[in-house]
Protein backbone atom coordinates (compact mmCIF):
# COMPACT_ATOMS: atom_id res chain seq x y z
CA UNK A 1 0.00 0.00 0.00
CA UNK A 2 1.62 3.43 -0.92
CA UNK A 3 -0.50 5.06 0.71
CA UNK A 4 -2.44 3.06 3.43
CA UNK A 5 -6.21 3.56 3.66
CA UNK A 6 -7.49 5.88 6.72
CA UNK A 7 -8.68 3.76 9.44
CA UNK A 8 -11.11 5.36 12.59
CA UNK A 9 -11.39 2.77 15.33
CA UNK A 10 -14.01 3.43 18.11
CA UNK A 11 -12.80 1.14 20.92
CA UNK A 12 -14.69 2.63 23.57
CA UNK A 13 -13.23 0.95 26.71
CA UNK A 14 -9.26 1.09 25.84
CA UNK A 15 -6.30 0.79 27.83
CA UNK A 16 -4.77 2.12 30.58
CA UNK A 17 -7.85 0.77 31.91
CA UNK A 18 -7.46 -3.44 31.93
CA UNK A 19 -10.48 -6.17 31.06
CA UNK A 20 -11.08 -8.31 28.05
CA UNK A 21 -12.33 -5.66 25.82
CA UNK A 22 -9.08 -3.38 26.58
CA UNK A 23 -6.98 -6.37 25.63
CA UNK A 24 -8.96 -6.62 22.22
CA UNK A 25 -8.39 -3.32 21.33
CA UNK A 26 -4.63 -2.91 22.43
CA UNK A 27 -3.82 -6.10 20.02
CA UNK A 28 -5.99 -4.71 17.25
CA UNK A 29 -4.78 -1.08 16.95
CA UNK A 30 -0.83 -2.25 17.39
CA UNK A 31 -1.38 -5.03 15.03
CA UNK A 32 -3.17 -2.70 12.46
CA UNK A 33 0.02 -0.04 13.25
CA UNK A 34 2.52 -2.77 12.34
CA UNK A 35 1.04 -3.84 9.43
CA UNK A 36 1.01 -0.37 7.86
CA UNK A 37 -2.59 0.84 8.19
CA UNK A 38 -2.96 4.48 9.36
CA UNK A 39 -5.53 4.98 12.15
CA UNK A 40 -6.79 6.98 14.61
CA UNK A 41 -8.57 5.77 17.89
CA UNK A 42 -11.22 7.09 19.80
CA UNK A 43 -12.40 6.73 23.18
CA UNK A 44 -14.05 7.29 26.32
CA UNK A 45 -12.58 10.26 27.96
CA UNK A 46 -11.02 9.84 31.50
CA UNK A 47 -12.63 11.04 34.47
CA UNK A 48 -10.65 11.31 37.39
CA UNK A 49 -7.03 13.40 37.57
CA UNK A 50 -5.07 9.94 38.00
CA UNK A 51 -7.05 8.68 35.10
CA UNK A 52 -6.19 11.38 33.09
CA UNK A 53 -2.60 10.96 33.84
CA UNK A 54 -2.26 7.01 33.30
CA UNK A 55 -4.09 7.99 29.81
CA UNK A 56 -2.06 10.43 28.56
CA UNK A 57 1.07 8.13 29.73
CA UNK A 58 -0.49 5.41 27.24
CA UNK A 59 -0.93 7.85 24.27
CA UNK A 60 2.19 8.57 24.45
CA UNK A 61 3.71 5.63 24.01
CA UNK A 62 1.56 3.62 21.78
CA UNK A 63 2.56 5.45 18.30
CA UNK A 64 -0.74 6.63 16.64
CA UNK A 65 -3.28 9.30 17.81
CA UNK A 66 -5.76 8.34 20.45
CA UNK A 67 -8.53 11.17 21.01
CA UNK A 68 -9.85 10.67 24.28
CA UNK A 69 -13.69 12.36 24.01
CA UNK A 70 -16.57 10.52 23.74
CA UNK A 71 -19.02 10.27 26.85
CA UNK A 72 -19.78 7.29 28.57
CA UNK A 73 -23.54 8.62 29.03
CA UNK A 74 -24.35 10.50 25.93
CA UNK A 75 -25.27 8.14 22.93
CA UNK A 76 -26.34 11.14 20.72
CA UNK A 77 -23.70 13.31 21.38
CA UNK A 78 -21.19 11.02 21.00
CA UNK A 79 -22.43 10.27 17.50
CA UNK A 80 -22.66 14.18 16.15
CA UNK A 81 -18.88 14.76 17.77
CA UNK A 82 -18.11 11.87 16.00
CA UNK A 83 -19.85 13.11 12.62
CA UNK A 84 -18.45 16.61 12.90
CA UNK A 85 -14.49 14.99 13.66
CA UNK A 86 -14.65 12.64 11.10
CA UNK A 87 -16.55 14.60 8.29
CA UNK A 88 -13.24 16.91 8.38
CA UNK A 89 -11.21 13.83 7.03
CA UNK A 90 -13.60 11.38 6.33
CA UNK A 91 -11.96 7.80 6.90
CA UNK A 92 -11.64 4.75 4.39
CA UNK A 93 -13.65 2.73 6.79
CA UNK A 94 -14.85 3.04 10.39
CA UNK A 95 -14.63 -0.14 13.33
CA UNK A 96 -16.56 -0.52 16.32
CA UNK A 97 -15.63 -2.44 19.27
CA UNK A 98 -19.83 -2.27 20.29
CA UNK A 99 -22.85 -2.58 17.15
CA UNK A 100 -23.81 1.26 17.93
CA UNK A 101 -22.35 3.46 15.47
CA UNK A 102 -23.24 1.86 12.54
CA UNK A 103 -25.65 5.04 12.13
CA UNK A 104 -21.95 6.79 11.02
CA UNK A 105 -22.30 5.15 8.15
CA UNK A 106 -25.51 6.27 6.79
CA UNK A 107 -24.46 10.21 7.78
CA UNK A 108 -20.56 9.82 6.89
CA UNK A 109 -20.83 7.44 3.62
CA UNK A 110 -18.39 5.48 5.10
CA UNK A 111 -18.95 1.65 5.82
CA UNK A 112 -18.75 0.55 9.40
CA UNK A 113 -17.68 -2.80 10.58
CA UNK A 114 -18.41 -3.44 14.46
CA UNK A 115 -17.60 -6.58 16.33
CA UNK A 116 -20.40 -7.66 18.88
CA UNK A 117 -19.86 -9.53 22.17
CA UNK A 118 -23.39 -10.34 22.24
CA UNK A 119 -23.99 -8.50 25.59
CA UNK A 120 -23.92 -5.14 23.53
CA UNK A 121 -26.89 -6.70 22.20
CA UNK A 122 -28.81 -8.72 24.82
CA UNK A 123 -28.14 -5.80 27.13
CA UNK A 124 -28.08 -2.74 25.61
CA UNK A 125 -25.38 -0.59 27.97
CA UNK A 126 -26.20 2.53 25.75
CA UNK A 127 -26.48 4.38 29.18
CA UNK A 128 -28.83 7.55 27.90
CA UNK A 129 -30.35 6.94 24.46
CA UNK A 130 -31.96 9.89 24.20
CA UNK A 131 -31.28 12.93 21.67
CA UNK A 132 -32.61 15.55 23.88
CA UNK A 133 -30.28 16.38 26.61
CA UNK A 134 -27.77 14.13 25.55
CA UNK A 135 -25.24 17.38 25.24
CA UNK A 136 -26.52 17.88 29.35
CA UNK A 137 -25.68 14.92 30.70
CA UNK A 138 -22.26 14.93 28.78
CA UNK A 139 -20.81 17.51 30.20
CA UNK A 140 -17.49 17.06 32.01
CA UNK A 141 -18.88 18.17 34.64
CA UNK A 142 -21.98 16.66 35.20
CA UNK A 143 -21.18 13.24 33.70
CA UNK A 144 -18.38 12.39 36.18
CA UNK A 145 -20.86 12.48 39.18
CA UNK A 146 -23.35 10.81 37.44
CA UNK A 147 -21.48 8.05 36.00
CA UNK A 148 -20.00 7.20 39.67
CA UNK A 149 -23.38 7.10 41.08
CA UNK A 150 -24.46 4.35 38.28
CA UNK A 151 -21.47 2.52 39.46
CA UNK A 152 -22.09 2.86 42.70
CA UNK A 153 -25.51 1.73 42.36
CA UNK A 154 -24.26 -1.40 40.72
CA UNK A 155 -26.59 -0.37 37.43
CA UNK A 156 -29.63 -0.72 38.89
CA UNK A 157 -31.99 -2.77 37.27
CA UNK A 158 -34.94 -0.59 38.00
CA UNK A 159 -33.27 2.33 35.76
CA UNK A 160 -32.41 -0.77 33.23
CA UNK A 161 -35.80 -1.74 32.98
CA UNK A 162 -37.02 2.04 32.59
CA UNK A 163 -34.90 2.84 29.65
CA UNK A 164 -34.91 -0.98 28.33
CA UNK A 165 -36.69 -0.19 25.13
CA UNK A 166 -35.30 3.09 23.59
CA UNK A 167 -31.93 1.34 24.04
CA UNK A 168 -33.10 -1.81 22.41
CA UNK A 169 -34.80 0.18 19.17
CA UNK A 170 -31.65 2.44 18.89
CA UNK A 171 -29.15 -0.81 19.48
CA UNK A 172 -31.81 -3.06 16.60
CA UNK A 173 -31.37 0.37 14.24
CA UNK A 174 -27.63 0.82 14.20
CA UNK A 175 -26.38 -2.94 14.55
CA UNK A 176 -28.83 -3.36 10.90
CA UNK A 177 -26.85 -0.08 9.72
CA UNK A 178 -23.43 -2.19 9.89
CA UNK A 179 -21.49 -3.24 6.72
CA UNK A 180 -20.24 -6.07 8.56
CA UNK A 181 -20.42 -7.48 11.65
CA UNK A 182 -17.76 -9.74 13.47
CA UNK A 183 -19.80 -12.05 16.12
CA UNK A 184 -17.39 -13.51 19.17
CA UNK A 185 -19.35 -17.17 18.97
CA UNK A 186 -22.78 -18.23 17.20
CA UNK A 187 -24.32 -17.63 19.94
CA UNK A 188 -23.72 -13.97 19.29
CA UNK A 189 -24.59 -14.70 15.93
CA UNK A 190 -28.17 -15.54 16.65
CA UNK A 191 -28.61 -13.08 18.32
CA UNK A 192 -27.39 -10.16 15.69
CA UNK A 193 -30.16 -12.37 13.42
CA UNK A 194 -32.48 -11.53 16.22
CA UNK A 195 -32.21 -7.55 15.25
CA UNK A 196 -32.74 -7.85 11.67
CA UNK A 197 -29.04 -7.87 10.67
CA UNK A 198 -28.34 -9.85 7.24
CA UNK A 199 -26.85 -13.51 8.07
CA UNK A 200 -24.72 -12.94 4.81
CA UNK A 201 -22.79 -9.79 6.65
CA UNK A 202 -22.20 -11.46 10.04
CA UNK A 203 -18.90 -13.47 10.38
CA UNK A 204 -18.16 -15.45 13.60
CA UNK A 205 -14.75 -14.63 14.77
CA UNK A 206 -13.61 -15.23 18.69
CA UNK A 207 -11.68 -13.69 20.78
CA UNK A 208 -7.97 -14.38 21.09
CA UNK A 209 -5.57 -15.06 23.55
CA UNK A 210 -1.50 -14.68 23.53
CA UNK A 211 -0.73 -18.34 23.11
CA UNK A 212 3.43 -17.34 24.29
CA UNK A 213 2.28 -15.69 26.97
CA UNK A 214 0.19 -18.46 28.41
CA UNK A 215 2.07 -21.44 27.72
CA UNK A 216 5.35 -20.40 29.51
CA UNK A 217 3.85 -18.47 32.49
CA UNK A 218 5.50 -19.60 36.20
CA UNK A 219 3.50 -21.76 38.41
CA UNK A 220 5.42 -20.16 41.71
CA UNK A 221 1.85 -18.85 42.80
CA UNK A 222 0.58 -20.55 45.01
CA UNK A 223 2.76 -19.91 48.16
CA UNK A 224 2.00 -16.19 47.62
CA UNK A 225 -1.51 -16.67 47.31
CA UNK A 226 -1.38 -18.82 50.76
CA UNK A 227 -2.96 -21.85 48.45
CA UNK A 228 -1.72 -25.29 49.43
CA UNK A 229 1.21 -26.65 48.24
CA UNK A 230 -0.02 -30.33 47.80
CA UNK A 231 -4.14 -29.15 46.97
CA UNK A 232 -6.08 -29.69 43.86
CA UNK A 233 -6.72 -26.48 42.44
CA UNK A 234 -10.12 -25.52 40.79
CA UNK A 235 -9.73 -22.37 39.25
CA UNK A 236 -12.83 -20.35 37.83
CA UNK A 237 -11.83 -16.49 36.38
CA UNK A 238 -15.36 -13.79 35.98
CA UNK A 239 -17.06 -11.05 36.98
CA UNK A 240 -18.62 -12.11 40.18
CA UNK A 241 -22.60 -11.62 38.36
CA UNK A 242 -25.67 -13.64 38.61
CA UNK A 243 -24.91 -15.45 35.34
CA UNK A 244 -21.40 -16.96 36.03
CA UNK A 245 -23.26 -19.25 38.39
CA UNK A 246 -20.47 -19.65 41.33
CA UNK A 247 -23.16 -19.89 43.89
CA UNK A 248 -23.68 -23.25 42.01
CA UNK A 249 -19.62 -24.02 41.94
CA UNK A 250 -19.41 -23.09 45.99
CA UNK A 251 -23.03 -25.39 46.64
CA UNK A 252 -21.23 -28.44 44.39
CA UNK A 253 -17.56 -28.51 46.34
CA UNK A 254 -18.68 -30.47 49.09
CA UNK A 255 -19.73 -33.22 46.71
CA UNK A 256 -16.90 -32.70 44.30
CA UNK A 257 -14.67 -33.04 47.19
CA UNK A 258 -15.82 -36.26 47.57
CA UNK A 259 -14.00 -37.46 44.11
CA UNK A 260 -11.30 -35.02 44.91
CA UNK A 261 -10.56 -34.53 48.84
CA UNK A 262 -7.73 -31.89 48.22
CA UNK A 263 -9.87 -30.14 46.10
CA UNK A 264 -9.67 -26.14 46.70
CA UNK A 265 -11.72 -23.43 44.61
CA UNK A 266 -9.62 -20.66 43.33
CA UNK A 267 -11.86 -17.40 42.58
CA UNK A 268 -10.27 -14.54 40.71
CA UNK A 269 -12.32 -12.03 39.81
CA UNK A 270 -14.70 -9.25 41.56
CA UNK A 271 -18.14 -8.06 41.08
CA UNK A 272 -21.97 -7.30 43.10
CA UNK A 273 -22.12 -11.24 44.48
CA UNK A 274 -18.80 -11.55 46.00
CA UNK A 275 -20.44 -10.54 49.46
CA UNK A 276 -22.98 -12.95 49.23
CA UNK A 277 -20.66 -15.49 47.45
CA UNK A 278 -18.33 -15.62 50.37
CA UNK A 279 -20.91 -15.50 53.14
CA UNK A 280 -22.61 -18.98 51.57
CA UNK A 281 -18.81 -20.26 52.00
CA UNK A 282 -18.76 -19.48 55.48
CA UNK A 283 -22.26 -20.90 55.90
CA UNK A 284 -21.10 -24.07 54.43
CA UNK A 285 -18.20 -24.11 56.82
CA UNK A 286 -15.75 -24.13 53.54
CA UNK A 287 -13.93 -21.09 54.58
CA UNK A 288 -10.57 -23.47 54.38
CA UNK A 289 -11.54 -24.91 51.08
CA UNK A 290 -12.39 -21.62 48.88
CA UNK A 291 -10.06 -18.53 48.54
CA UNK A 292 -11.23 -15.27 46.78
CA UNK A 293 -8.29 -13.35 45.06
CA UNK A 294 -10.17 -10.54 43.93
CA UNK A 295 -9.77 -8.52 40.60
CA UNK A 296 -6.62 -9.52 38.61
CA UNK A 297 -4.57 -7.22 36.00
CA UNK A 298 -5.01 -8.96 32.45
CA UNK A 299 -1.11 -8.97 32.58
CA UNK A 300 -0.95 -10.95 35.55
CA UNK A 301 -4.07 -13.32 35.27
CA UNK A 302 -1.72 -16.24 33.25
CA UNK A 303 -0.03 -16.95 36.19
CA UNK A 304 -2.83 -17.73 38.28
CA UNK A 305 -4.04 -20.16 35.55
CA UNK A 306 -0.38 -21.74 35.77
CA UNK A 307 -0.88 -22.16 39.83
CA UNK A 308 -4.48 -24.58 38.90
CA UNK A 309 -5.01 -27.67 37.77
CA UNK A 310 -8.17 -27.30 36.46
CA UNK A 311 -10.56 -24.77 35.21
CA UNK A 312 -14.49 -24.25 35.44
CA UNK A 313 -16.66 -21.78 34.20
CA UNK A 314 -20.10 -22.83 35.43
CA UNK A 315 -22.25 -19.82 33.56
CA UNK A 316 -25.67 -20.10 33.15
CA UNK A 317 -28.31 -17.73 31.50
CA UNK A 318 -29.71 -15.35 33.94
CA UNK A 319 -32.81 -12.88 33.34
CA UNK A 320 -33.39 -10.26 35.90
CA UNK A 321 -36.70 -9.82 37.34
CA UNK A 322 -36.80 -6.38 37.50
CA UNK A 323 -35.86 -5.51 33.99
CA UNK A 324 -36.51 -8.84 32.07
CA UNK A 325 -32.97 -8.20 30.32
CA UNK A 326 -30.62 -11.62 30.13
CA UNK A 327 -27.40 -12.12 30.94
CA UNK A 328 -25.44 -15.05 28.78
CA UNK A 329 -21.89 -15.99 28.59
CA UNK A 330 -21.46 -15.42 25.03
CA UNK A 331 -18.53 -16.62 24.39
CA UNK A 332 -15.87 -16.55 27.59
CA UNK A 333 -12.19 -15.75 26.69
CA UNK A 334 -10.71 -17.22 30.10
CA UNK A 335 -11.77 -20.48 28.33
CA UNK A 336 -9.54 -19.40 25.26
CA UNK A 337 -6.71 -18.76 28.15
CA UNK A 338 -6.86 -22.03 29.85
CA UNK A 339 -6.60 -24.05 26.49
CA UNK A 340 -3.31 -22.04 25.23
CA UNK A 341 -2.34 -22.45 29.58
CA UNK A 342 -2.78 -26.34 29.34
CA UNK A 343 -5.22 -26.36 31.64
CA UNK A 344 -8.13 -29.37 31.83
CA UNK A 345 -11.25 -27.15 31.06
CA UNK A 346 -15.12 -28.26 32.94
CA UNK A 347 -17.62 -25.71 31.53
CA UNK A 348 -21.37 -25.32 31.03
CA UNK A 349 -23.54 -25.88 28.06
CA UNK A 350 -24.66 -21.91 28.18
CA UNK A 351 -24.63 -19.49 25.60
CA UNK A 352 -21.83 -19.32 23.43
CA UNK A 353 -19.58 -21.57 25.45
CA UNK A 354 -19.79 -24.75 23.02
CA UNK A 355 -18.55 -22.60 20.01
CA UNK A 356 -14.74 -22.55 21.72
CA UNK A 357 -15.37 -25.59 24.17
CA UNK A 358 -16.28 -28.85 22.53
CA UNK A 359 -17.62 -31.82 24.48
CA UNK A 360 -14.97 -34.19 24.62
CA UNK A 361 -12.49 -32.27 22.51
CA UNK A 362 -10.88 -29.51 24.46
CA UNK A 363 -12.69 -29.36 26.80
CA UNK A 364 -15.68 -31.44 29.02
CA UNK A 365 -18.75 -29.80 28.94
CA UNK A 366 -21.96 -30.00 31.56
CA UNK A 367 -25.49 -28.77 31.65
CA UNK A 368 -25.69 -25.66 33.45
CA UNK A 369 -26.91 -25.60 36.70
CA UNK A 370 -27.03 -29.55 37.17
CA UNK A 371 -25.32 -30.74 39.91
CA UNK A 372 -25.27 -34.86 39.00
CA UNK A 373 -23.84 -33.88 35.24
CA UNK A 374 -21.06 -31.54 36.79
CA UNK A 375 -20.19 -34.31 39.04
CA UNK A 376 -19.86 -36.88 36.43
CA UNK A 377 -17.57 -34.96 34.46
CA UNK A 378 -15.36 -34.16 37.10
CA UNK A 379 -15.02 -37.04 38.20
CA UNK A 380 -14.11 -38.57 34.31
CA UNK A 381 -11.67 -35.66 34.10
CA UNK A 382 -10.05 -37.07 37.87
CA UNK A 383 -10.24 -40.60 37.24
CA UNK A 384 -8.81 -40.68 33.55
CA UNK A 385 -5.43 -39.01 33.09
CA UNK A 386 -5.72 -39.98 29.45
CA UNK A 387 -8.99 -38.03 28.70
CA UNK A 388 -7.27 -35.49 30.69
CA UNK A 389 -3.82 -34.99 28.63
CA UNK A 390 -6.00 -35.13 25.61
CA UNK A 391 -8.56 -32.57 26.26
CA UNK A 392 -5.18 -30.64 27.22
CA UNK A 393 -3.21 -31.35 24.13
CA UNK A 394 -6.19 -30.41 21.46
CA UNK A 395 -6.54 -27.45 24.06
CA UNK A 396 -3.55 -26.51 23.04
CA UNK A 397 -3.91 -27.28 19.40
CA UNK A 398 -7.68 -25.54 19.31
CA UNK A 399 -5.81 -22.28 21.25
CA UNK A 400 -2.44 -22.23 18.74
CA UNK A 401 -5.09 -22.48 15.47
CA UNK A 402 -8.12 -20.69 16.22
CA UNK A 403 -7.65 -18.45 19.18
CA UNK A 404 -4.21 -17.05 18.82
CA UNK A 405 -4.16 -13.29 18.35
CA UNK A 406 -1.99 -14.02 15.16
CA UNK A 407 -5.24 -15.62 14.27
CA UNK A 408 -7.55 -13.26 15.28
CA UNK A 409 -6.01 -9.79 13.87
CA UNK A 410 -5.69 -11.49 10.71
CA UNK A 411 -8.83 -12.45 10.42
CA UNK A 412 -9.87 -8.46 11.12
CA UNK A 413 -7.40 -7.16 8.61
CA UNK A 414 -8.96 -9.71 6.08
CA UNK A 415 -12.87 -8.40 6.95
CA UNK A 416 -11.00 -4.67 6.90
CA UNK A 417 -9.70 -5.37 3.25
CA UNK A 418 -12.91 -7.19 1.84
CA UNK A 419 -15.26 -4.43 2.79
CA UNK A 420 -12.58 -2.15 1.60
CA UNK A 421 -12.36 -4.10 -1.85
CA UNK A 422 -16.16 -3.92 -2.27
CA UNK A 423 -16.73 -0.10 -1.27
CA UNK A 424 -14.61 0.59 -4.45
CA UNK A 425 -16.47 1.46 -7.68
CA UNK A 426 -15.97 -1.10 -10.33
CA UNK A 427 -14.20 -0.07 -13.09
CA UNK A 428 -17.22 -0.44 -15.13
CA UNK A 429 -18.78 2.17 -12.94
CA UNK A 430 -15.71 4.71 -13.19
CA UNK A 431 -16.16 4.56 -17.22
CA UNK A 432 -19.68 5.08 -17.14
CA UNK A 433 -19.30 7.89 -15.09
CA UNK A 434 -16.45 9.33 -17.10
CA UNK A 435 -18.70 8.98 -20.09
CA UNK A 436 -21.88 10.77 -18.46
CA UNK A 437 -19.30 13.61 -17.43
Known amino acids: MSQPPRLALILTEFPPAFGGMQTHAEALAAHLLQ ?20 AAQFDA ?6 HRVLSRIGFWH ?18 AANVYYGLLGERLGVPVICRSVGNDVQRPWIAYPYRLGSGIVSHPRLEGPLHRLYRRCNTPE ?4 LLRRA ?7 SARANRLLLANSDYTRELLLATGADAPRIRVVPG ?7 ATASPALRATLGLPQDAVILLTACRLVAKKGIDFL ?22 RERRRCEQQVSALHLDHAVTFAGRVPQHAIQHYFAACDVFILASRISVNRISGLADAETMGRVLCEANAAGVPVLASRSGGIPSVIRDDDNGLLFASDDAEDLLRQFRRLRTDPALAARLVARGRQRAQEEFDWRVILAAHEQAFASVLQSSRPSPATLLAASAAS
Open 35 to 54: RGWSLVVYTYRPDLPEQQAA
Open 61 to 66: GCGYPV
Open 78 to 95: NLRLLQRELGRQAPALIY
Open 158 to 161: WLEA
Open 167 to 173: RQQLMRR
Open 208 to 214: GVDCARF
Open 250 to 271: IAQLPALRTVEPRLHLLVVGDG
